[in-house]
């Protein structure tokens, strides 16, 4: 008479032990969806920051050898054509650090006209991140402007002046390093070709400079 009650308990025993490795799984299950939704995080749960993106604000201008202005839609149409070429060399020639390669940038070279590309790559201190290629880890821009005129001949856009002002801080790789913080301005005059607008001349500047947290003051 004793037999079916062992069986009956032994099988809820079962049951249990099922149950129980049924809940053991759903939780390991829940924290591989969490840890791989969470995947781009830091510990402490910080998120891990992209990379930051050059988007230049601009202002236009239009001048021509007509008495009448050129439109300001012509106007507009030209100048966000330049501006979207300098968002794209200075997110790879400063911010985008898997763009750096070696230093050389040929493919921002290839928007330089012929007379101005041999003084592109001589001066790619002055135009691009430099020497610190090697150093920084990250950067982020804090200054992004652009004024840019377009000339027209009636109503074709022939050459443009943009004035460019770019300032970024950097963070190094090097432990303890202090931040670096770039500065540039640049003046860029630009052809309209057939393949578009193209750098003939420019004058530029740049200085990158530690910065250096001030001494605390000593008791007196």
């Known amino acids: ?14 049951r249990l032990l099922r149950t129980g490795i049924g809940v053991v ?11 791989l939704a969470g995947g781009g995080k830091k510990k402490g749960g ?26 300001t839609a012509a106007v507009k149409a030209q100048g966000d054509k330049i501006v979207s070429m300098l968002d794209g060399w200075y997110q790879s020639a400063f911010v985008n650090t898997k763009d750096f390669g070696d230093g050389t940038f040929p493919d921002i070279a290839k928007s330089f006209a012929p007379s101005a590309r041999a003084q592109f790559t001589k001066d790619l201190k002055t135009l691009t991140i430099g ?4 150093e920084v880890k990250r950067v982020d821009p804090t200054t992004q402007t652009a004024t840019v005129t377009i000339y027209f001949s009636k ?57 250096v947290p001030s001494p605390s003051a000593s008791a007196s």
């Open 1 to 14: 008479m004793r037999q079916p009650t062992f069986s009956r308990r032994r099988t809820r025993q079962q």
């Open 25 to 35: 799984v759903i939780v390991v299950l829940a924290a591989v969806i969490a840890n």
């Open 46 to 71: 910080t998120p891990e920051p992209g990379v930051a993106t050059v988007a230049f604000t601009a202002s236009y201008k239009g001048a021509t050898n007509l008495k009448t202005p050129p439109p």
């Open 131 to 134: 020497d610190a290629l090697t």
């Open 155 to 211: 109503s074709t856009p022939t050459f443009a002046i943009a004035a460019v002002h770019f300032v970024a801080n950097a963070t190094m790789k090097q432990s303890g390093a202090y931040p670096l913080t770039i500065d540039q301005t640049v003046t860029y005059t630009f052809t309209n070709t057939r393949a578009g607008w193209v750098v003939s001349y420019y004058s530029a500047k740049q200085s990158q400079k530690s910065v």
